[in-house]
């Protein structure tokens, strides 16, 4: 079972100019194929006069789907260079579209190949590649007396402390990594001085720091 993969946390939109064609590229998190249709779909709205909606896209954790299109361009010099940007990074759950107004000046084979290869890398790099992991999210409750030792502990390791509340004792949610559990929690409850009550939450990818 795969416990993490690397894709974009937010969308990034880069422009860039070679002998006199625009080049615009964007990227987006995209978790389903049909997420990514869409993405492609508003793009091609926004741009409707460009010359060519160039895209790749890969789904999945293991890169199940893997789709892309050199929308006229020369086979080869547009959607594969796209797409061997994710490939190489190793990035899945993402779209990139490259949209190009045509300036008038021919860039050959191997020019279209390293200006759609330039503008996926800056769209990718825009858009703030993140390691997605499958993460704890356990409910959490504990003693007033002991939450300051167990928070300057727990701000120590690699946790999150999330929806924290102040009733009648502290409350809150512990996110982890669930490949980290058998290490931390004896720490945690350490800290706690065992009076830390835990019930197991889902378990989901979250994103973490690379």
């Known amino acids: 079972m795969i416990d993490s993969y690397l894709t974009v946390s937010g969308q990034s939109c880069e422009e860039i100019t070679i002998n006199k064609s625009r080049f615009i590229g ?13 993405f492609l779909q508003r793009i091609r709205e926004e741009h409707k006069t460009a010359t060519h909606h160039c895209y790749a896209y890969i789904i999945g954790p293991n890169g199940g789907i893997m789709r892309y299109n050199d929308d006229g361009e020369p086979g080869g010099t547009a959607g594969l260079p796209i ?4 490939r190489t990074k190793g990035i899945v759950n993402c779209c990139i579209v490259v949209v190009r107004y045509f300036g008038g000046v021919l860039l ?22 993140a390691k997605m992991e499958l993460t704890c999210f356990d409910c959490c409750e504990l003693p007033y007396s002991v939450w300051d030792r167990f928070r300057y502990t727990a701000d120590r390791l690699p946790v999150r402390i999330e929806e924290i509340g102040f009733g009648s004792s502290v409350t809150f949610t512990l996110l982890y990594r669930a490949s980290d559990r058998d290490i931390l929690l004896p720490k945690l409850m350490d800290a706690s001085e065992r009076k830390l009550i835990s019930v197991p939450g889902e378990e989901r990818f979250s994103a973490w720091k690379i």
Do not use: F, I, N
Not at 108 to 129: D, F, H, I, N
């Open 26 to 38: 964007y990227a987006s998190p995209c978790p389903d194929e049909s997420c990514a249709l869409d």
């Open 83 to 86: 797409m061997d940007v994710m």
């Open 108 to 129: 050959g084979t191997g020019g279209l190949v390293r200006a759609y290869t330039q503008s996926a890398q800056a769209a990718l790099k825009a858009a703030c590649p």
